[in-house]
């Protein structure tokens, strides 16, 4: 832990002393016997503490071969590091809950706060850091004070497994306070041990005294017995999460198969495209100014079968342009007509339905596929309708 700290340094010098303390064992006053010299890094540049020392002057007392320390130096950094409270501090919350990695706390202190630590040093401090946390989530004073005003309780557990062959961290949490109780690693998770968790649960519970007014879990055997068993008469309610994820594969295996069936129906829009692109490299050499036609308003709804109609929409399309020679499919020889535009914007649309693969088990991508080829189904159906000289002229004013 020791720092090797450049000969040029300026430290900011702070002298502590034992003032008002006592023997701890016989309450003597106490005689300054040595001093301590610490070097740290704070946000404040480099201070150099010099620490004065007492012991206690009798003989025979328990504490006359100890040194006892100046209260403020704990105040200022933890025993035996080399950065005070503040730094140690720091790291701790960038690497907890900024989830930054090691290297990226080591460049930001030294580029920011001119502080040169190894990733050594750094790993040593978040490891101690995260002790502490640890500590401070399971004092029962600073649960009592948070659980003040709370009437009952709601404890989950589960096990993490971080990387495959790991012992497992079984965690427990309190969901009124959205607070993790504890977690322990368990090598097996047999019912015993499992049961071991459950009953520093209930004796946590106990402590609190508030009562447990269920538990939340998945169907893991060990739970399901060990819950009943140590919480009696509470109600254990099974993880909607994890029973969602278990539905989820069948679910998404016959949604998948529904989506391959939707896109062999749904097919020959390359053919629809390339016939307007032909048509459109046709009529584009007598560029007569054509009429305007709306864009589809293409929403999101569902069934299947968009083709038909789309073949319908170019066959119009057809009327309006002239009859057609062999032209390269994909030419750019001209903008296409509006109405041209249309059919190529609908066979776009389609085509990104088609291909999007979005949606969790909740909305299935083969759920939103049908809802979405549905609305521009009924797109199409509301423009042929206007085009059939229907009651909707100004949505389609060919
Ligand atoms: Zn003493």
Known sequence: MSHQWPAATAF?????????????????????????????????????????????????????????????????????????WDVFAWIGHRRLARHWSVPQVCAELS????????EDAVEDYIRQYEVMVAARHTDLEEMRRSYANTKSLVLTIDGLQPEKGHETLYVVRELTQKRVWFAEPLLSSTNDEVRRILTRSRQIAE?????????????????????????????????????LRDLAKPVLEKDSHAKVQMRR???????????????????SLSAEPRPTVSPPAVGRNGKTSAPPPAAE?????????????????????????????????????????LNDDQGGPLHPPGLR??????????SLERNLGAKKGGPQRSRCSV
């Open 12 to 84: 900011r010098r702070m002298d502590l002393y034992v003032r008002d303390q006592v023997c701890p064992f016989c309450e003597a006053n106490l005689y300054v016997c040595s001093h301590r010299r610490r070097r740290l890094f704070t946000m404040q540049g480099p201070w150099l503490l010099v620490v004065r020392l007492g012991h206690c002057p009798d003989p025979c007392c328990q504490g006359y071969h100890g040194t006892v320390s100046p209260r403020e130096e704990m105040a200022i950094a933890p025993p035996r590091l080399a950065v005070a």
């Open 313 to 353: 929409v170019l066959k119009r399309d057809e009327e309006l342009g002239a009859a057609g020679a062999s032209c390269a499919a994909g030419s750019e020889a001209a903008e296409p007509s509006p109405a041209g535009q249309v059919v190529l914007d609908y066979c776009a649309a389609v085509r990104g339905i």
């Open 265 to 283: 129906k749904v097919r020959g829009l390359r053919s629809i495209e390339q016939a307007v692109l032909r048509e459109e490299a046709k009529t």
């Open 207 to 243: 402590a609190l005294g508030i009562p447990v007014a269920g538990w939340m879990s998945d169907k893991q055997d060990a739970f399901v017995t060990g819950i009943a068993e140590e919480f009696a008469g509470v109600p254990h309610r099974y993880c909607d999460n994890h029973f």
């Open 111 to 118: 580029d920011s706060h001119a502080i040169d630590l190894s």
């Open 369 to 378: 596929m049908a809802e979405a080829l549905k609305e521009v189904r009924e």
